[in-house]
């Protein structure tokens, strides 16, 4: 995505809310886990400034593999290795991803970058829908029996409550957080990380790993190039991909500016049917000031690279380990935003 289109796509106060994921994302993280980086797995992230790191979920994400090479070409042949050559394949996603993209991936063909990318970021989304899948299946059990609830059930309950910022004594406290903890389809997410981060290739994909073009009014991130006069934010920089996709889910599931996305997501899970990212990318309006505009150009690229066959795919057997915290980042208004702009 060039600059201009960027500023025609740019996000302001529409989008309700940023993540921030840890001192790991801090500047200059991502070069220890670009390409050629000898770490196997995802960094971990530490506290924020001042304040003490959140209790860590207590639940687990399923452990991806990480394989980096100097080269796109490279790093697809080692994708193509460890993950089959048939793309997407019929049931099962190996469980094999990269921190970041090589900094050539401009240069491969059309085709061949799309299925890099593909290939990165659908365990990814996988890998982070099965983990709030597991949080959302606890909630569930427990909202039969919150009276019988084990001490370590109750502190479990109260944590996701606090981080999906839900008053639990309010009214229909479990069925509002229910609504909070849910999955985003993978044609949805994987449609959007395209077009924010132009295939992966936008500035800020490449120097922070950002995805979503997610904002922070702290020093620790990239100035925009195109920033207005007197604006303050700045774009995220991320420890890894599946850091910023982690981030974006919690965006979906927390925002005020995507209330109406999850109504349609909880009306579809009343009626038993499969999320549907055509039907909620509908709820998207907010996402960007071109609004019913932005919605359809999402909705074209699910269609048009039939990304709706993604949405029943899992991961193949592989092993757990606990997830990392996520925690807001308040504003000086005190209220969490987030923003983007490709550039």
Sequence with gaps: MSEEQAKKSRRGPLIALALSLGGAAALGVGLLYGPGSLLGK?????????????????????????????????????????GGEQWPPAERVAPVTAGAFPADLPDLQVSERKELFFRVLTPIVLAENA??????????????????LSEDEQERLAGLAELYRVDLDGEAAMERLLRRVDEIPPSMALAQ????????????????????????????????????????HRVRIFASLQRSVR????????????????????????????LDGLALAKGLTAYSERGAAYVEEIRSMIRYNELQRMNGLRLAETGRRAAEPVRSEETSEGEPKAGSGAQ
Excluded: C
């Design 42 to 82: 995802e960094p971990s992230a530490g506290p924020v400034g001042k304040g003490a790191p959140p209790p860590a979920e207590p639940f687990r994400v399923p452990e991806l593999t990480y394989v980096s090479a100097e080269t796109s070409e490279a790093l697809l042949a080692k994708l193509r290795e460890r």
């Design 131 to 148: 983990r709030i899948r597991e949080a959302r299946r606890f909630l569930q059990e427990a909202a039969g029996r919150r009276d019988a």
């Design 193 to 232: 990380a395209a077009n924010e981060s132009g295939w992966g290739t936008s500035r800020f994909t490449r120097e922070a790993n950002n995805l979503f073009g997610e904002w922070t009014w702290t020093e620790e991130g990239l100035v925009p190039k195109q920033r207005s006069a007197g604006k303050t």
């Design 247 to 274: 981030s974006y889910l919690y965006l979906l599931n927390v925002g005020h500016a995507y209330e109406s996305l999850r109504a349609r997501r909880a009306q579809m899970r009343e009626a038993g049917d499969p």
